[in-house]
């Protein structure tokens, strides 16, 4: 079916125009629940610190959106090591003004038989492409596997050897000059093809990178954005397009084949916005499943005879 | 995994204080929301009243969330007749102070071959049942079906039939009693079982009731947690637990078992909180799909040839 904004009275224009106006009043929502909700989540780190296995028990009872990522094995070392996971909103942080979309998802653990480090942290940069859409980009992060331990099968190690590569080969100009694979970008994309993705350790999730956009080219695309809108309400003519890139849809692929963990912006989100705000709910979820409150306990008792009367009807 | 909150010096009553707390920060921000957004709405309507199939290319581009329950007869239906689509948050709506997260769905159609209504409203209340979980509940919306055109096969004035001898013998008595089915609620199981609820049409949708919690049931539950933290806050102990109805698991299953459209509360939510909020963002979509701004249109055309001598490489 068509759409058809011909012989309407609306432009395009001004329906993007609006849509930029709702995000940019969705952008100081979310910064006034930050504020309203900070001293909420410092009280719930308070007490949620002195329940060894507060976050164990929040990622058993994950929403699918996560949950689906988590192999059997991931799930034995998250048990038994994760100690606690946080997530900031580091660009509003301490009276920062930045992006309130941008998070930081910490992963705190014991000593374990998988890997040496106490703590991995993955950031997500929320940008605007120079083509106008919004992304949230992230950096491999490397996990130090114990002796024969590599839960991604090597697939984290060479992803973040790629992602060396390209910081210091300049990401800009590789991309726009389409080069062909590197011999590392070779070798992970055989190594992706060889083990598939389907299956794979939920660690690989440290290693998604998604687009490729600067903080120099979402500031100068923000910029760009609000000075078109300024320039309509004064009756002015946008500024031109950005170079549409010719092979974007190619370089997109690209990136795409040698992603180990697609799904990376969605499970970011799905942990920022869902299992971190609702962690208190999926524990006493927990709670409800395994155990019980002493009070709850004792009422249950009361009824447990007639339950099983019930039952045995 | 057992969860652990013995040896610990917190308590699942303080858990449960501090997530209700924060289910109340939730709640004002809904209604800041509302404020802050309500005149992008209102110019948004505006806007898009001009553009005769606004609101049925948005549902082109709907989630999955609804778009799997949206068979091709229903979307041909949508697409030749849907004229409008608006949420309200009826509660709050002029001046009014009660729950944000209660929702109307309302569905403006032009004349069209399935059915005389040319108004389909849904409400659903936002209430919290006397055991203490919250859940959207509905109503069935009857749908005038002109002759041999009932996509619902009749599960929809089954439901409806089912639901005004339910009111009319009271639902409270007629739950707690654990009475056989009746001779309505017979037919509505059998009916079900027969036609099956896979690929039954969207607009069994309309049929939803949900949980049956009244709106005094939700009031007093309310108030009690109100005043069970306010006593928590004081050092006093807590109200008596409401009393669990013994046979509330068998009982759920019976309403769920009569339910035409198990999933109505997410998908309620799915086009409250998503398709409604971001209606602007999927047209713009679904224009970019199906055709582009002047501007772009000549923009693409200085590119088209490149993208050919491309694709022949």
């Keep these: 079916m068509a759409a058809s904004l011909e012989d309407t009275g609306v432009t395009y224009g001004e329906l993007a125009d609006l849509e930029a106006e709702f995000e940019d009043v969705e952008t100081e929502i979310i910064r006034k629940q930050f504020e309203m909700t900070k001293p909420l989540y410092e009280k719930r780190e308070r ?10 028990l929040v990622l058993e009872q994950a929403p699918p959106d996560i949950d689906e990522w988590i192999q059997p094995t991931d ?27 941008s998070v930081s998802i910490r992963w705190e653990f014991n000593e374990n038989d998988y890997f040496e480090d106490r703590v991995l942290e993955k950031k997500f940069w929320y940008r605007r492409s120079p083509e106008g859409y919004t992304a949230l980009v992230s950096e491999p992060v490397e996990i130090r596997w114990k002796e024969g331990k590599d839960l991604t099968n090597g697939l984290l190690s060479l992803v ?34 060889e083990v598939g993705l389907g299956g794979q350790s939920f660690f690989c999730w440290f290693g998604y990178i998604g687009d490729r956009i600067s903080a120099e080219e979402s500031a100068a695309a923000s910029a760009k954005e609000a ?46 916005d869902d299992l971190w705000p ?7 979820h ?8 002493d009070r709850e306990f004792e009422e249950m008792m009361d009824q447990d005879s007639d339950e099983d009367d019930e039952m045995e009807e």
């Design 47 to 56: 007490l949620v610190s002195q329940i060894p296995n507060f976050w164990p």
């Design 75 to 101: 799930s034995a070392v998250l048990l038994m090591s994760l100690t606690r996971l946080s997530v900031s909103h580091f660009e509003i942080e301490n009276g920062g003004n930045g992006e309130p979309r």
């Design 160 to 193: 973040k050897a790629v992602w060396d590569e390209e910081q210091q080969n300049g990401v800009t100009a590789n991309k726009k000059e389409k080069k062909p694979l590197t011999a590392k970008q070779q070798a992970l994309k055989a190594k992706i093809e």
């Design 227 to 272: 000075e078109n809108r300024a320039r309509k309400r004064a009756g002015q003519p946008a500024l031109p397009e950005a170079e549409e890139k010719e092979d974007e849809d190619d370089e997109d692929d690209d990136d795409d084949e040698l992603e180990i963990f697609p799904a990376g912006e969605e499970v970011a989100i799905a942990i920022s």
């Design 278 to 284: 609702g962690a208190l709910k999926y524990f006493i």
């Design 286 to 293: 927990a709670q409800e499943d395994d155990e019980i409150s």
